[in-house]
């Protein structure tokens, strides 16, 4: 069952996402099977990250949770809250999922 995580940045941490960002993409390469999608949610110009979304294979809330905790992100202290919850894959890259599973 698809998990989805939504974090949200700590106010005027800017810097310290810029400088966790390359150990943090690199948690991400290593761990890509999990991912169904990922992405830093940005402001309408495009610039200044304020936190991001998963969207995760994984079984468990459990599993959730870890994942998250083990990210450069979280652990370098940069998000203010942390949403989880479960996701129900629909449509998928415009495709409908419902009848795959």
Same mark, same amino acid.
């Given at each position: 069952?698809?998990?989805?995580?939504?974090?949200?940045?700590?106010?005027?941490?800017?810097? #310290?996402? @810029?400088?966790? *960002? $390359? &150990?943090?993409?690199?948690?991400? +390469? =290593?761990?890509?099977?999990?991912?169904?999608?990922?992405?830093?949610?940005?402001?309408?110009?495009?610039?200044?990250?304020?936190?991001?979304?998963?969207? #995760?294979? @994984?079984?468990? *809330? $459990? &599993?959730?949770?870890?994942?998250? +905790? =083990?990210?450069?992100?979280?652990?370098?202290?940069?998000?203010?809250?942390?949403?989880?919850?479960?996701?129900?894959?629909?449509?998928?890259?415009?495709?409908?999922? @419902?009848?795959?599973?």
């Amino acid at each position: 069952m698809p998990w989805m995580v939504e974090t949200y940045d700590k106010p005027d941490h800017g810097a #310290l996402r @810029l400088r966790l *960002r $390359a &150990e943090h993409l690199d948690y991400l +390469e =290593a761990n890509s099977k999990t991912l169904l999608a990922c992405g830093a949610k940005i402001g309408d110009d495009g610039e200044g990250a304020s936190g991001g979304l998963y969207l #995760l294979d @994984l079984e468990s *809330r $459990a &599993e959730a949770q870890a994942f998250i +905790e =083990a990210d450069p992100f979280f652990k370098g202290e940069l998000f203010e809250r942390v949403f989880i919850t479960r996701w129900r894959k629909a449509y998928l890259d415009g495709r409908n999922t @419902l009848n795959e599973d």
